[in-house]
């Protein structure tokens, strides 16, 4: 039974239908929790939604150990014994936001397994698209572009990554989309938020951003059946210049290697031009994650390495759907994988930036499929100089570094 709380609930909306909320969950408040994840219109919406809600009041979890609710910033008695290679903690992981009912959902919603995709002939035969499945896939890069550039203007000082979470939660299911990290493989989130050492899989919580922090936010939506993936790395605040240097060269492997990309180019062409980038900037290339096929599915063949003299196999094709998504190392190519099962941070604790586009390979060449837009964030390089020749930022907001169509 919710439970009606006068005070504030007027100014949010239904977890369920997104009507103005009446009413809130009385467990919720019990336990502390967002008042947007409790609030609904009525007790028959409730109901309905009851099944999916009550997973919000568990402990949050995540393969095995727990992150502490209480005090946050890694100072939780559960916290592993663990030898942590740079500065970053984890802090407090908030509850898994709900997904109303009319969102289309991928099989692995409630199992947190993608039978469909494990099972798919394209886990080896690379899939080509045509006609409407295209359009389709164009759809959901679109969306998946404006959640990104969302969330970018979210990105500040002082501003936790569990908020850029809920932004692009919020913004995802706005869309009619549905947040493809969500449940997969039983990730407690709906994006990758990774910052300073790691590289990527970074779980959203509740660290405030720090003035000087990178940030990459990865971004992956599923619309009408279709996948699209992309991700950029974004500076908080005043960063140093190794920092700035370490974005600005990881964003330009990902356009060097984009520019290859036509019909007949071998795959494994792409982490030879990745590497010779980054090694003569005195940089390493991460090894153990790579790009991959997209579409129907959010991860299958081509698997695209980035690093040089691998042995991906095969060449582009018109119609082949697939990201590029370098992650590039301020000192050793090598990672280390926290105790949670997803995050990856750097061996040395140095930092990482990231760039990820999805691509359609076409007849002259290939179409970046999540190119930014005029209204996207500024990179911040190319922003205007001021007065006194020093970069200026734009008011109010963190500098974006994202892509750009080549």
């Known amino acids: ?17 997104q009507q103005p909320a009446k009413l809130q969950c009385p467990r919720c408040l019990e336990l502390n929790l967002e008042r947007d994840l409790a609030a609904f219109c009525s007790q028959d919406c409730f109901k ?20 502490c609710t209480r005090h946050g910033q890694g100072r939780s008695l559960n916290m592993p014994d663990f030898k942590w290679t740079g500065d970053l903690r984890p802090a407090r992981i908030a509850p898994m936001r709900p997904i109303p009912s009319h969102i289309p959902k991928p099989d692995y919603y409630l199992t947190g397994v993608p039978v469909a995709e494990e099972e798919s002939r394209q886990q080896k ?21 404006q959640v990104l550039d969302a969330a970018a203007a979210a990105v500040a000082p002082g501003v936790t990554t569990d908020e850029i979470d809920r932004v692009v939660h919020e913004a995802t299911l706005a869309a009619g989309a549905y947040p493809s990290p969500y449940n997969y493989y039983s990730y407690p989130k709906s994006v990758c938020t990774s910052v300073n050492e790691v590289i990527c899989h970074g779980i959203p919580d509740r660290r405030p951003l720090a003035d000087g922090d990178i940030i ?3 971004v992956s939506v599923y619309l009408d059946g279709y996948n699209g993936d992309l991700n950029e790395t974004f ?36 982490g030879d031009v990745i590497s010779k980038h980054a090694k003569a900037h005195g940089m390493g290339v991460v090894r153990t994650y790579c790009g991959h096929g997209i579409g129907e599915f959010f991860h299958c063949a081509p698997n ?10 095969g060449v582009m094709r018109v119609g082949e759907v697939f990201t590029i998504e370098p992650m590039i190392n301020q000192g050793s190519y090598r990672d280390k994988t926290w105790p949670d099962g997803w995050t990856s941070a750097t061996e040395d604790g140095k ?5 990820e586009h999805q691509l359609l390979i076409t007849e002259d060449g290939c179409e970046v499929l999540t190119a930014r837009l005029p ?11 001021g007065s006194d020749g020093a970069e200026q930022p734009p008011p109010g907001a963190a500098l974006a570094a994202n892509g750009t169509a080549s």
């Open 304 to 313: 695209v390495p980035h690093y040089a003299k691998n042995k991906a196999k």
């Open 216 to 218: 990459n936010v990865d």
């Open 351 to 355: 930092r990482s930036a990231q760039f």
């Open 125 to 145: 035969s690379v899939k080509l698209y045509s006609g409407k499945a295209v359009e389709g896939i164009r759809r959901a890069c679109l969306v998946g572009r």
């Open 375 to 385: 209204t996207s964030p500024p990179l911040w390089w190319e922003v205007e100089q």
């Open 235 to 270: 500076v908080v605040g005043q960063v140093d210049e190794a920092s700035r240097n370490l974005i600005k060269v990881t964003y330009d492997c990902l356009h060097k290697a984009i520019a290859i990309c036509k019909p007949g180019t071998p795959y494994r062409d792409i």
């Open 48 to 67: 309905a939604s009851w099944t999916e809600h009550k997973k919000v009041h568990k402990p949050s979890a995540t393969h095995g150990w727990h992150y």
């Open 1 to 17: 039974m919710v439970q009606t709380e006068s005070e504030g609930v007027e100014h949010l909306l239904c977890v369920t239908c």
